[in-house]
């Protein structure tokens, strides 16, 4: 404990040598809109979140959550008015005050928020400290104050898009459409904003893509061809009209430019997987390969599932049944999906069924068979799926069979 407070004060000493001296001075600094300065740390932080999604690096579900956080502390730091940040005219009353202020401050603080308990290491194992979460109360609040706000100032972009991305969270996407046609107008080439109006419009209209938002898309690759979120509407829509072929183009483009490792990469790749299915193969949608032989070349088999897991399995959970590289990429190299209800299945793949360019069947000499029951239906694997893997074979065996006998954990 000694150690500690010793440390403490030290670490106190040391900032007040940053911030006494300068206030002693009594040199004039300027003044910065604190509402400016949050704002931009908001667009670099929203940058690198958008970097990350369209790297791979973060998934959609987490880049969503990400960003709600990051908008809520910025509403509220908007909401706190512009309060100026500067030098104060008393430098040297300042400079005393705070000097007898911050290390009393700081005692006061960490009795309060801190684990004064931790010191004591027969008490730690029982510290903990309150949660201090915005309530929905508070976003809803803060929301509506952005909104009035904006209406005596219609030509904050910035303030569209973050109200528009907070009604969205809240799940009113008539307002969010709105919202976003008020940026829109401020930038109308924007790509990534025109994608975002296009899937919160298609929210607003129970999911439907068609009319409007497949305008926006449209807009929105014509002047970004490489924006991801526009090529996976774009997908989706392909896909909603049956035109699997053009899905399959869209989602195999986003393949292209994202980690072929990456969470949102296997995610595309099952829905590619999907189209081809639905679409039988079609020629269109299958892999343009040079060599018609070698796109023929796959294996065969059964998969099967262990009695002793029976019991854990109803008729209609998901089973996938995938190869993978032996040594390489662990991408799937072709995936096909079934019904626990036609277990034991036979199954045949290809590379018709590849997942994304250059990673073919035909590619690897040596693969190895998988099968997993999914219950949620996801293709990337999840705690309580079922599974069971081959030994490596070569790419084109036959009579192959795979026992799904174990439980992830």
């Known amino acids: 404990m000694t150690a500690f407070l010793i440390a403490s004060g030290l670490l106190i000493a040391g900032a007040l040598l940053f911030i006494v001296p300068p206030l002693l001075r009594s040199r004039p600094a300027d003044r910065v809109s604190r509402k400016t300065v949050n704002i931009t740390l908001y667009r670099d932080q929203l940058k690198e979140l958008d970097a990350d999604l369209q790297s791979g690096t973060l998934s959609a579900e987490h880049y969503e959550k990400a960003r709600r956080e990051l908008e809520a502390r910025l509403l509220e730091d908007v909401d706190a008015g512009d309060a100026m940040a500067g030098s104060p005219r008393h430098g040297r009353a300042s400079a005393i005050a705070l000097g007898l202020a911050l290390p009393l401050c700081a005692v006061a603080l960490y009795l309060a928020v801190g684990n004064p308990q931790a010191l004591a290491p027969h008490q730690a194992a029982d510290a903990r400290g309150p949660a201090h979460d915005i309530t929905p109360q508070q976003i809803e ?65 129970d999911r439907r893509l068609q ?10 690759l014509q002047i970004d061809p490489d924006n991801i979120k526009a090529l996976a509407l774009a997908g989706s829509l392909a896909f909603d009209n049956k035109n699997y072929a053009k899905a ?4 195999e483009r986003i393949l292209r430019l994202v980690p072929q490792d990456s969470e949102f990469a296997r995610s595309v790749s099952a829905s590619v997987a999907e189209a081809r299915t639905l679409g039988k193969g079609s020629a269109s949608a299958a892999p343009r390969d040079a060599n018609a032989a070698a796109s023929k070349r796959g294996v065969s088999g059964v998969v099967k599932l262990a009695p002793e897991l029976a019991a854990k399995v109803a008729p209609t959970d998901t089973v996938f049944i995938f190869a993978r590289a032996a ?40 693969v190895v068979i998988g099968a997993r029951v999914s219950k949620s239906a996801n293709a990337n694997p999840q705690p309580g799926d079922l599974q069971g893997v081959s030994a490596p074979i070569a790419n084109s065996a036959s009579g192959i069979t795979v026992v799904i006998d174990s439980e992830i954990r």
């Open 327 to 366: 040594e390489g990429p662990r991408i799937p190299l072709a995936i096909l999906r079934k019904q626990a209800r036609e277990l034991p299945v036979t199954f045949s793949l290809d590379d018709s069924m590849a997942m994304a360019p250059g990673a073919s069947l035909s590619s690897f000499p040596q």
């Open 248 to 251: 399959v183009e869209y989602w």
């Open 141 to 205: 609040e803060m929301v509506q104050r952005l909104a009035t706000r904006l209406q005596n100032n219609p030509d904050n972009v910035e303030g569209w898009i973050m109200l528009a991305r907070a009604y969205n969270a809240l799940g009113r996407f008539a307002q969010a459409a709105s919202a976003y046609a008020s940026a829109i107008k401020q930038l109308p080439n924007d790509a990534q904003l025109l994608a975002d109006y296009a899937d919160t419009l298609a929210m607003a209209q």
């Open 211 to 220: 009319g409007e938002p497949e305008k926006l898309i449209a807009r929105a």
